[in-house]
C-alpha cells in the first residue's frame, strides 16, 4: 500500500506532502485541486511503467495537454520540471519529468528517477548522467530483473497500475464504446455487464462477496434480483446499439413480462452502485485506483450508504486494495468510519495565492463535543465550515 505521495509543481500543487490511509477521500470546491491530485499519481504511474505520452496518460485516465499546462505557472518563471515521489513501509520511488514549453516532445524526459529499497539504492539517475534515451524510464527496466514478490516489485507494479476511473452513463448504459478498457471494467465504466458477470460467478465460492452482493440489492431499493443476459430481443428496441451482455434488472413492483429493465432503461444510479462495487470487490481491479466524482448522480442518501459500505468493502476484503476518491456531496462524510485510521478524509483548498492545499481532517475532541452540543453530523459541520474545504460562494 502507499504510505505517502509527494508533489511538485503540477498543475495547481505548487508542493503537497500527503500521508495515506487505504481509503482516501477528497473533498472541497470545484477547481480546487481534487482532480489534480489524482492525474499527478497518474503521471507518477506512467513515469513507473516506463514512458510518459500521451497514450500512457490517456490509459491512466489523464485528461491530456500541452507541457504548458502540465505544469505550475504561479510565477513569471514556469518551473521545468514536475516533481512526484511515492512511498510504502519499505520501498520509494521518485521522478522529475521535464517537457520544453516551446517545442514539446510527444514524451517526457526524465531529469532524476530514484527507486530505494530497505535504504538500498537499485536506481539513481541524475540530470548530468549520459544517458542515451531520457524517455524511458530506468525503474521499469529493473523491474525485469526483480523478483515479482520483493518490495521493489511490488511498489512498481502498485504503480503503474493505478488509474482514474470516471464513470459515464451512456457507456454505463452500453450505448457508447469506452475509449479505455481494462480488466475488469472500462475507465469510464465500458464492459460493466461483462464485469458483473464474472463478479456473479464468485458468489457461490466466496462468502464476503456473497453478502456484498446482498448489500447491493439493499441499496437499489427498486429491485429484487439482478443479472446479466444476451438475450435481449424482448428487452431493447432493435435501433439501440447493444453489447454482447447486458444487465438485466428484476422490479419488485412491476408485474407479469414487464419487471425486467436493461441498463439502457435503469436508473443511471444503479448503474455506478454497481460500477464501484464491482471495481471494490473484483479480484482483476488493481490494487490501487482512483474513482473521480464518486457521488455523481446519486442522491445524498445513497452516497452515504454506498460510501460506507466501500469503507467495509475496502477495509475487510481479502484483496488489501487501496482507493482515492473525490466528492462534492457532504452526504458522503457522514459514511465514513473515521475513528479506523486506515480511512481518511482530506480537505483541498486553495489558499490565497492559488496553490492547492491538502490536509487530513482529523476528528479531534473539540469538533467531538462541537458535534454533540450542536447535534450535527459530519457532514453539517463540514457545510459550516468547521473541517476546510468549502467552497467560498
Given amino acids: 500500500m502507499l504510505k505517502k505521495i509527494r508533489i511538485r509543481s503540477f498543475k495547481s500543487i505548487l508542493n503537497q506532502e500527503v500521508t495515506l490511509g487505504m481509503m482516501n477521500v477528497f473533498i472541497g470546491a470545484n477547481g480546487s485541486g481534487k482532480s489534480n491530485f489524482l492525474e499527478a499519481i497518474g503521471m507518477l504511474s506512467a513515469a513507473a511503467a516506463g514512458r510518459v505520452d500521451d497514450e500512457a496518460l490517456q490509459r491512466r485516465g489523464i485528461r491530456l495537454g500541452t507541457p504548458r499546462l502540465y505544469k505550475s505557472a504561479f510565477e513569471e518563471k514556469i518551473p521545468p520540471h514536475l516533481f512526484f515521489e511515492a512511498q510504502t513501509d519499505t520501498a520509494k520511488y521518485a521522478v522529475s519529468l521535464n517537457n520544453s514549453l516551446e517545442n514539446p516532445k510527444p514524451a517526457w524526459q526524465y531529469q532524476t528517477e530514484e ?6 539504492t537499485i536506481v539513481n539517475r541524475g540530470p548530468l548522467r549520459d544517458i542515451k534515451n531520457k524517455e524511458q524510464g530506468l525503474a521499469a527496466l529493473k523491474l525485469v530483473e526483480s523478483d515479482e514478490n520483493s518490495e521493489v ?50 458468489v457461490s465460492k466466496n462468502e464476503f462477496i456473497e453478502e ?53 432503461d435503469a436508473s443511471e444510479g444503479a448503474l455506478y452502485i454497481l460500477f464501484c462495487a464491482v471495481l471494490a470487490l473484483s479480484p482483476n481491479s488493481p490494487y490501487c485506483l482512483a474513482i473521480d466524482n464518486l457521488d455523481q448522480t446519486l442522491n445524498p442518501r445513497l452516497s452515504l450508504n454506498l460510501t460506507r459500505l466501500l469503507c467495509q468493502w475496502i477495509t475487510e476484503g481479502d484483496d488489501k486494495r487501496q482507493i482515492f476518491f473525490t466528492v462534492h456531496n457532504p452526504a458522503v462524510l457522514d459514511g465514513l468510519a473515521l475513528q479506523d ?53
Avoid at 217 to 228: C, E, P, R, V, Y
Avoid at 364 to 373: D, G, P, R
Fill in 115 to 120: 527507486l530505494v529499497c530497505n535504504q538500498e
Fill in 153 to 202: 516489485a511490488l511498489l512498481i507494479n502498485l504503480l503503474r497500475n493505478f488509474a482514474v476511473y470516471t464513470p459515464n452513463t451512456p457507456i454505463l448504459r452500453g450505448i457508447m464504446p469506452d475509449q479505455q478498457t481494462r480488466e475488469p471494467v472500462g475507465l469510464s465504466g465500458g464492459r460493466l455487464a461483462e464485469a458483473l458477470k464474472e463478479l456473479q460467478s464468485l
Fill in 212 to 264: 456484498a452482493f446482498d448489500d447491493i440489492l439493499s441499496l437499489i431499493d427498486w429491485i429484487n434480483a439482478l443479472d446479466t443476459t444476451s438475450n435481449v430481443n424482448t428487452l431493447l428496441s432493435s435501433a439501440i446499439a447493444r453489447p454482447k451482455n447486458v444487465i438485466r434488472f428484476t422490479d419488485r413492483f412491476m408485474k407479469g413480462r414487464t419487471h425486467h429493465l436493461t441498463a439502457y
Fill in 341 to 393: 485510521d486506515r480511512i481518511r478524509l482530506f480537505t483541498v483548498d486553495r489558499n490565497n495565492r492559488g496553490h492547492t492545499e491538502i490536509s487530513r481532517v482529523i476528528i479531534t475532541e473539540e469538533i467531538v463535543a462541537l458535534s454533540h452540543q450542536k447535534g450535527w453530523p459530519l457532514s453539517r459541520l463540514w457545510v459550516m465550515g468547521h473541517l476546510g474545504g468549502v467552497p467560498n460562494v
